[in-house]
């Protein structure tokens, strides 16, 4: 069993920046792909972006330029550096854990606000 706790949310000014982290129960998650995906009412939870184990990193379109993920393997924690924040980027903010069996752990989800 893998607990994710994520925390760093809160409301934000257009133009502001925001720092998430996502701590791991164990440090086993580096044998996962971690990431960070958010949901907005009405519509299906999208990725944000996600690590590999072997350390490769892939970004929506929407947050390229934007947004930096990183990770601290001995911790297990990946964090989200969100810059330039927009009210589009208003949403439920969630961290997973895949595994290769196409299993998934979920944190808890935690609302970003975007607005001035």
């Known amino acids: 069993q893998v607990h994710l706790v994520e925390s760093g949310g809160g409301l934000v000014q257009p133009g502001g920046s925001l720092r998430r982290s996502c701590e791991a129960s164990t440090t086993v998650v580096r044998l996962y792909t971690r990431g960070w995906y958010r949901q907005t009412p009405g519509k299906q939870r999208e990725l944000v972006a996600d690590i590999s184990p072997g350390g490769g990193i892939d970004y929506a379109d929407f947050v390229k330029g934007r947004f930096t993920l990183s990770r601290d393997e001995d911790k297990g924690s990946v964090y989200l550096e969100m810059n330039i924040l927009q009210p589009a980027d208003t949403a439920v903010y969630f961290c997973?854990?895949?595994?290769?069996?196409?299993?998934?752990?979920w944190g808890q989800g935690t609302q970003v606000p975007v607005s001035s």
């Open positions: 997973p854990a895949h595994l290769i069996s196409g299993f998934s752990y």
